[in-house]
């Protein structure tokens, strides 16, 4: 073979797909080589560790650069976010926004209240993000603007909440967020450009090469019906600093007027759909939400919450009209993302797969379910026979699984966020984390993917505990299989793109409370070396 531009060597090579290794040669963006051969440079990785780039399935990019400038209410008590909204509206001028994300009401010990907000900040627009995203607070200035300061109006797929009086709290779940959104949107495409360089960069800082942002251009996801833009920008400016896949919100796709014997009647104007774009920047599948969150209340389940009787959460939309959107996207070409946390849209998503491989079979397809949050037995099964990828996120279970055991109570804990079930059936594990609505760095997941205990301490459906092994494929080849890109990413193969992550300990040999702790001492994407 001819010289290899680089050479790695004196490391511990975790292939992820083959033996393990102790060099690795690249040529160009290619890995040529998994032994010592003759390079143009040589750079010896004194023992440290190399495992193929991490890949975060299932993530916000523009949302968590945003997060980076907003109010942080990742805190224990109520009083103490209080104080973080007084501090910032100390600082702004009266009638300015003031917007904070990240507070948990299963933490705070209950959701703020309009009331609380108004002591505070009573001379500025406030608005409150939950962790979840599924859900935020307002103030009454906020109210008065849309017309729910005295009373609520319906909203298909969300809800007003009020009090016993039928006064408006401040809290707006699910759908119900656009009335405020409406007031904050779009976000000009220069503010989401910054946005996704801050957060990519951060990215490499912990070894991330690849992404899937799971929602751009429409509902309450979106930041702007442009959003696009704002990531081809950031590519041509070199501020896109991974490669990133784009779930295009359902809200985004509109009629198509093609021939009638092309079949495709949604999408995005001139017919582009999943897959158009390149190693770098890609359009992946459509995302169409089809419940809510499991922490707010929101997810749809065939049983009531534990804590909160008679209630199962609800759908997005009408059943009818989710249905219809899924059969027509996959009609069109679409792979397709559903978000499913409760069991109730689970069956939803599975039965809405199945009809539409029965209208028109595709080989192969992988649809996925996002999060796939409270899995019965018999889901697991069909979703197997179906050939879906479940996209869970085992860092929910430290962060929030307090919370989820709560709404879930002990009988339907071991259905919760499931892992090693999913390989059992059969299935393709990713590895994921939503950031932002829990912490992000795949070490921190792949630590909770092996040890399974909330914030508390408690286990979590220990039975569920995967290998340190098996979350580094999770992490790796099964999110590039999610994305279909197994053939070209995911683990360290002859062949491959050159996308590696050097660590400081071996993640395979240290004790598993301490996996997390580990540092990344380089990231490297097509063979140059991004982060060091």
């Keep these: 073979m ?51 780039g991490f890949h975060d399935a299932h993530n916000h990019m523009a949302w968590y650069g945003l997060t980076l400038d907003e109010i942080d209410l990742r805190v224990p008590t109520l009083q103490a976010l209080l104080a973080a909204v007084a501090e910032r509206a100390a600082h702004a001028p009266a009638g300015t926004w003031l917007i904070g994300s990240g507070y948990d009401e299963n933490k705070l010990g209950r959701h703020p209240h309009r009331d609380d907000l108004d002591a505070v900040a009573g001379e500025h627009h406030v608005l409150l993000k939950h962790v979840s995203g599924h859900m935020c607070v307002v103030n009454s200035p906020v109210l008065h603007r849309l017309g729910l300061h005295q009373r609520a109006r319906v909203v298909t797929g969300g809800s007003v909440v009020t009090d016993r009086a039928g006064r408006p709290t401040g809290l707006l779940q699910e759908q119900a967020q656009n009335l405020a959104h409406e007031l904050v949107l779009p976000y000009p495409i220069d503010a989401v450009t910054t946005a996704i360089d801050r957060a990519s960069q951060q990215f490499l800082r912990e070894g991330i090469t690849s992404v899937v942002e799971a929602g751009i251009g429409g509902g309450w996801i979106g930041k702007s019906p442009i959003e696009l833009a704002a990531y081809q920008n950031a590519r041509e400016q070199g501020r896109l600093h991974v490669r990133t896949e784009l779930m295009v919100a359902a809200d985004a796709l509109h009629p198509l007027a093609g021939h009638p014997d092309d079949d495709i009647s949604l999408g995005l104007d001139l017919g582009i759909r999943t897959g158009f774009g390149d190693d770098n920047l890609r359009l992946g599948p459509m995302k169409i939400f089809l419940d809510g969150s499991l922490i707010g209340r929101t997810a749809a389940l065939t049983q009531a919450y534990t804590d909160l009787p008679g209630q ?89 699984g307090d919370g989820m055991r709560q709404a879930l109570g002990a009988d339907r804990v071991p259905w919760a966020y ?71 990413t995911g683990s360290l193969t002859v062949g491959k793109l050159a996308d590696l992550t050097v660590l400081g300990d071996d993640p395979t040999a240290v004790s598993p409370d301490r996996i997390a702790d580990i540092p990344v001492l380089r990231t490297m994407i097509g063979g140059t070396f991004r982060w060091t």
């Design 2 to 52: 001819s010289v290899a531009d680089l050479l790695l060597t004196n490391a511990r090579v975790i292939t992820v797909d083959g033996p393990d290794a102790t060099a690795v040669a690249i040529r160009d963006d290619r890995i040529v080589a998994l032994d010592v051969v003759p390079a143009r440079q040589v750079i010896d990785l004194a023992g440290a560790t190399v495992v193929p």
């Design 312 to 400: 199962t959460g609800y759908l997005q939309q009408d059943e009818a009209r989710l249905r219809a959107t899924i059969l027509a996207a996959h009609r069109s070409g679409w792979r397709i993302a559903a978000h499913a946390i409760g069991d109730a849209a689970i069956d939803l998503a599975l039965e809405a797969y199945a009809e539409a491989q029965r209208q028109q079979h595709r080989p192969d397809v992988r649809h996925r379910i996002e999060h796939f949050g409270v899995a019965r037995p018999d889901q697991l099964r069909r979703a197997a026979a179906l050939g879906v990828v479940p996209v869970p996120q085992a860092r929910f279970v430290t962060e929030i």
């Design 418 to 488: 499931r892992l090693r079930s999913l390989l059992d059936a059969g299935m393709v594990l990713p590895g994921s984390s939503d950031r932002p609505v829990v912490t992000g760095a795949p070490l921190r997941g792949i630590q909770s993917m092996v040890t399974r205990r909330t914030a508390s301490g408690v286990p979590f459906a220990a039975e569920e505990e995967i290998t340190v092994r098996q979350a580094l494929r999770a992490y790796t080849l099964g999110s590039a299989y999610a994305s279909r890109q197994e053939h070209r």
